[in-house]
C-alpha cells in the first residue's frame, strides 16, 4: 500500500481560527499530542508573525525532538528573505526541520494582492526557494489560492521550484472553491507534468467554504497527492480546513478502495480532537464524523436492536478504534484507587502522574457521590479538565445563589484570593448572570465576556455540564472551562479558571479592597 504523510497544521492554520489565543505551553502539550498521534509533520506556526508565535515555534521544535525521531517541526514563511531567516532561526533546533515558504498565483491576487506580473511571481518563487534551501535541507513550496489558478502556470511555477530544491509541492484550495472532481483532474495535470515526480511529495491543502475540504483532500489523494494537510477537528480559518480524523479514518475504514496506508495511532484521535477543543474553546458537534458525542450512538429501535446483535450492522468502525469507549464503566462510590487507576490505563492515560492520579480519583469520588454512574465520558472530561488546570491563586470557597418564579435571581460568590476570603452578592437574568456578576465586582480589572457554551456529557438528568467561556480582557482572549453536576458552578468555575489563567500570566488581580474579610 502507498503511504499518506499527515501534515497537521492545527498550530498553525487551525490557531487563525477567530476567537483562538494559544499560548506556548498549550501549544506544546497539543504539539506533544500530535507526535504521540502519530502525524508526520507539525507545522509549528507562523515565526515572523509576532515574537509570541516565534517562541512558541522554537519551544516546540526543542520539545518535539524528545518525544519522537521521524516528525518534522515547519515554520511557515512568505516568500521573502525576512520571512524565510526567521522560520529558519525558529526551527533550527528541530530534529526535522522544514521551512515551508508561499506565494499567491491567482490572477486575482497576483494583481490584486501582489501587485505583480506573473513573471515576478515566478522569480520571487524561486528566490524563496533557494534562500530557504540554504537552511534546510527540507523545502515546501504552496501556491496560493492555487484553485483558481491557471494550471499551466502552476506546473511552470512548481518546475522552477523543484528545480532549486524544493522537496514538497503543496496545491491548497485555499478559499475552498473547488468541486473533487476537479480538484483531482488539477492535482493529476500536475503530477503528470511535474519533473521528478517521483522524490518529489505532491500535497493537498483544502479548506471548508463550500463543504468539501475532506473529499477534496481524498480526490487529490486518488489522483497522486501523497500528502495531506488538515487539522484536528478541521479547525481553521472561516469554515475551517479538512479534518485530520475523517481524512485518516476514510483511508482506514477503506483501505480496500483507497490502498493506501498512515502512520497515524488512530487510538489517540478522539484524545487529540478532546485536547484542541478544551484548549481552542471551539466545541465539537455532536453530530461530528468520528469524534462526535453522537458518532457511536443509537436511538432508533431498529438500530439499537441490531447493534445488540452485531456492532457491524450499523457501525463501520468501532469506537475502540479511534480511542472511545462505548459502554458505560462500572465505576461508583464504592471503587477502589486500584480500579480507578486500572480504568485510567484502559482509558489511554496510562503516564499520569501519583498528584494528578490522587486528585483526579478525589474528584471521581466527589462525582460518584453525586451520580448513579460514572461513565467514560465523564472520567476523560475529568483529566481533560485537571490536564488544562493553572495553579490556583483563587478558589471559589461558596456559592448559594436563588431563582424562581416571580423572583428576582441572585447569587452570593465568596472567594479565596492571595489577600484573604472575599464575598460579594448580586441579582441578575438568571443565576449564572448574577454569579457573574457578583465575581465581577470581585476582580478590578474589566472583562467582557465573548462567548459563553454549555454541553451535557453523557446523559440523564445528573450528566456532567460542561461550560466553556471566552473571555477578553484588555485584548487579551482567555478560556475558561469547567465541569459539575450543577452548571450554574460549573459556570462560576469556568469564571475562576479565567482568573487564574489571567493571574498566571499577567501577575496577581487583586480583588476589591473595600471587601470584607471572611473569617
Known sequence: ?????????????????????????????????????????????????????????????????????????????????????????????????????????????????????????????IEAVSVARSFVDDVEFSAEDAGRSDWDFLVRIFTEAVKVGATTINIPDTVGYMMPWEYGEMVRYIHDRLPNIANITLSTHCHDDLGCAVINSLAGVKNGATQVECTINGIGERAGNASLEEIVMALNTRKDFWEHETGIVTRELYRSSRLVSSYTGMVVPPNKAVVGDNAFAHESGIHQDGVIKALETYEIMSAETVG??????????????????????????????????????????????????????DIRA??????????????????????????????????????????????????????????????????????????????????????????????QIVHGRAISTDVVQASVLAYVDVLNKLAAGVGRLRVHPQKTTMP
Open 324 to 377: 472511545r469507549n462505548a459502554g458505560v464503566l462500572v465505576m461508583g462510590k464504592h471503587s477502589g484507587r486500584n480500579a480507578f487507576r486500572k480504568t485510567l490505563a484502559e482509558l489511554g492515560y496510562e503516564n499520569l502522574a501519583d498528584d494528578k492520579i490522587n486528585a483526579l480519583f478525589k474528584q471521581f469520588k466527589d462525582l460518584a457521590d453525586a451520580k448513579q454512574s460514572v461513565t467514560a465520558e
Open 1 to 125: 500500500m502507498a503511504y499518506i504523510k499527515i501534515f497537521d497544521t492545527t498550530l498553525r492554520d487551525g490557531e487563525q481560527s477567530p476567537g483562538v489565543a494559544l499560548n506556548t505551553s498549550e501549544k506544546i502539550e497539543i504539539a506533544r499530542q500530535l507526535a504521540r498521534l502519530g502525524v508526520d509533520v507539525i507545522e509549528a506556526g507562523f515565526p515572523i508573525a509576532s515574537d509570541g508565535d516565534f517562541q512558541a515555534v522554537r519551544a516546540i521544535a526543542n520539545a518535539i525532538d524528545q518525544e519522537s525521531n521521524k516528525v518534522v517541526v515547519a515554520g511557515l514563511a512568505r516568500a521573502n528573505q525576512k520571512d524565510i531567516e526567521r522560520a529558519a532561526e525558529a526551527v533550527e533546533k528541530a530534529k526535522n526541520p522544514r521551512i515551508h515558504t508561499f506565494i499567491a498565483t491567482s490572477p486575482i491576487h497576483m494583481e490584486k494582492k501582489l501587485q505583480l506580473p506573473p513573471d515576478r511571481v515566478v522569480e520571487k518563487a
Open 382 to 475: 475529568l483529566v481533560d479538565a485537571e490536564t488544562a488546570k493553572v495553579p490556583e491563586t483563587y478558589r471559589l470557597e461558596h456559592l448559594q445563589f436563588q431563582s424562581g418564579v416571580n423572583m428576582t435571581p441572585s447569587a452570593v460568590v465568596r472567594l479565596r484570593t492571595p489577600e484573604g476570603d472575599f464575598e460579594a452578592a448580586a441579582t441578575g437574568d438568571g443565576p449564572v448572570d448574577a454569579s457573574f456578576k457578583a465575581l465581577k465586582t470581585l476582580t478590578p480589572l474589566p472583562f467582557k465576556l465573548e462567548s459563553y457554551d454549555l454541553k451535557a456529557i453523557g446523559s440523564g438528568t445528573d450528566a456532567l455540564g460542561e461550560v466553556s467561556i471566552r473571555v477578553n480582557s484588555e485584548g
